[in-house]
């Protein structure tokens, strides 16, 4: 479910996050998050949820805490681009919530802010995408409860394909050459999002590399992802690249309006593009990048944290149990009305009628074939040193070797304070 139907991004909440994690143990949290109400024994909780772009999302989450009876459940819908300062600013307040959701970030675990979930998980641990569990586990415990997963991958109208005799490309090169074909006066061949920041990841899992190892160690310099920056370089200088749209990657407006012919965006926006498009779409995954690659689908997502901080702690994981483990039919409910996403529990996602034919059944083919998931310790400083490798090489054309040199010790500074 997009988050990035609003102002905001992936990654400013980061950011945020980041900026959490240098305030220290938040101790100004304490335990009394002075709300007052309740009855002494955690009755009274708070969510905060950002508010989806997609209709009837903030209606769905109220509906399913109502239904909840061993609490009043208050949700705290943040509406514009002020949920991650709002919420992080909260964080470190009395008027803290109970629960929240974000994305799994090691700085969220080390300055003790997220409660451990293993105990409510464990029971069902195997049942969930074990991509998913991996990526909210450190130490062996498990933070947080995946709600959706979002994969992202490109779409395409397959009526201009077909008329400038266009395969669906497999490769980098292929889908440069396309983007060439596919451009006309009036349409660009190709939209990747206005600052590229979308397919940073992308491509250098298409490049056969990683963030970061089992290890932990730097994964990411390769020869292939050189390469891969100077093929970029190439797109984006060819003229042929949608630079400019009056929305960002995450909205299905590019392609929708005949903007462009191709469209980096996410399976949240699968219904949107089907409505205005009908048949004349498909999808594919980003293409690999040279020889040692493989294709990839990046997989986004939100996921539910517990304040560990907070009044009612207890509270708090019984109602993430409540909801996000024994409720299935609201966690199906709440992946597939409001734009489709995949359940993160595999039952749902097998049982999930929606997801299983036509367009939406290759969008979840691709994600098992291709996906990759976020590493908990890539952090934000890391994100930012590979967006700057993209403004160097890519945006600048300056040398993709001493970019990623630069990249690494931003990274490698970043891994010791973590990892030692």
């Not at 965006?265 to 949107?272: E, L, N, T, V």
Request: with cysteine; proline share 4%.
């Amino acid at each position: 479910m997009s988050a990035q139907s609003s102002t905001w991004d992936r990654r400013s909440i980061l950011r945020a996050a980041a900026g959490l994690a240098a305030a220290g143990t938040l101790a100004a949290c304490g335990s009394n998050n002075g709300r007052g109400g309740g009855s002494g024994s955690g009755k009274r909780l708070v969510q905060y949820f950002h508010a989806y772009g997609e209709p009837g999302t903030e209606q769905a989450i109220k509906r399913y805490a109502k239904a909840y009876t061993k609490a009043d459940v208050t949700t705290q819908w943040i509406t514009g681009s002020n949920f991650e300062s709002k919420l992080f600013a909260s964080l470190l307040t009395g008027q803290a919530p109970d629960l929240f959701e974000f994305h799994p970030q090691i700085q969220l675990v080390r300055s003790g802010q997220v409660a451990d979930l293993t105990d409510i998980i464990e029971p069902v641990k195997d049942d969930f995408n074990q991509a998913d569990i991996k990526s909210h586990t450190v130490d062996g415990k498990i933070y947080g409860v995946r709600m959706i997963d979002d994969p992202q991958f490109f779409f395409y109208r397959k009526s201009l394909l077909e008329k400038a005799g266009v395969e669906p490309p497999q490769t980098l090169d292929e889908l440069i050459e396309a983007a060439a074909k596919l451009t006309t006066s009036k349409v660009k061949g190709l939209f990747l999002g206005n600052d590229l920041h979308a397919v940073i990841n992308p491509l250098i899992w298409s490049a056969g590399a990683d963030t970061l190892n089992e290890k932990n160690e730097i994964a990411y310099h390769t020869d292939g992802v050189v390469e891969g920056l100077k093929q970029m370089r190439k797109l984006f200088t060819s003229g042929h690249l949608l630079l400019d749209a009056p929305a960002d990657f995450w909205d299905p407006s590019a392609l929708n309006q005949g903007l462009c012919a191709i469209q980096f965006c996410g399976m949240w926006a699968m219904p949107q593009f089907q409505q205005a498009l009908g048949d004349d779409l498909g999808v594919m995954p980003f293409p690999k990048v040279g020889d040692a690659g493989r294709p990839s689908v990046y997989n986004g997502g939100w996921s539910v944290f517990v304040n560990a901080k907070g009044r009612h702690v207890d509270a708090a994981k019984e109602y993430v149990k409540w909801l996000w483990i024994d409720q299935k039919k609201y966690q199906e409910d709440w992946a597939t009305s409001y734009g489709f996403h995949i359940p993160p529990r595999t039952s749902i996602a097998r049982s999930a009628t929606k997801l299983t034919s036509g367009l939406p059944a290759e969008g979840v083919k691709l994600f098992d074939q291709y996906g990759h998931f976020d590493n908990i310790g890539w952090t934000q400083a890391m994100i930012t040193a590979t967006e700057d490798v993209f403004a160097d090489c890519v945006r600048k054309d300056g040398d993709p070797e001493a970019a990623l040199d630069k990249c690494d010790r931003t990274v490698g500074a970043e891994l010791k304070k973590l990892f030692g």
